[in-house]
């Protein structure tokens, strides 16, 4: 059974930083790209960071780029993100992501992150 457990979100002030978390079971972790995406309120999902199952590539959404890095530990089956800097615009949800076929993608069941003083 795939499992994707996000976790490391809360409340953090306007230039803060948090670190997500994104526990995975279930599949040969070091196989897949993983995702994250987020989901502001009020607006759709969207694409924050990529990294390939090897973790040497990497892509960011224009909005983030030189604020969160996406990295993942195979021997933990773990991805992670990194965010620094963070804006109000940055609350949301957050969820990770695996994609293993066209009918087969898993989500995690989110976690919150609000920016605010």
């Known amino acids: 059974q795939v499992q994707l457990v996000e976790s490391g979100g809360g409340l953090v002030q306007p230039g803060g930083s948090l670190r997500l978390s994104c526990a995975c079971s279930g599949f040969v972790f070091s196989t897949y790209a993983m995702r994250w995406y987020r989901q502001p309120p009020g607006k759709e999902r969207e694409l924050v960071a990529f990294?390939?199952?090897?973790?040497?590539?990497?892509n960011y959404a224009d909005s983030v780029k030189g604020r969160f890095t996406i990295f993942r530990d195979n021997d933990k089956n773990t991805v992670y993100l990194q965010m620094t800097s963070l804006e109000s615009e940055d609350t949301a949800v957050y969820y990770c992501?695996?994609?293993?076929?066209?009918?087969?993608?898993?989500w995690g069941q989110g976690t919150q992150v609000t920016v605010s003083s």
């Open positions: 990294i390939t199952g090897d973790g040497r590539l990497t």
């Open positions: 992501n695996t994609v293993m076929s066209r009918s087969r993608q898993y």
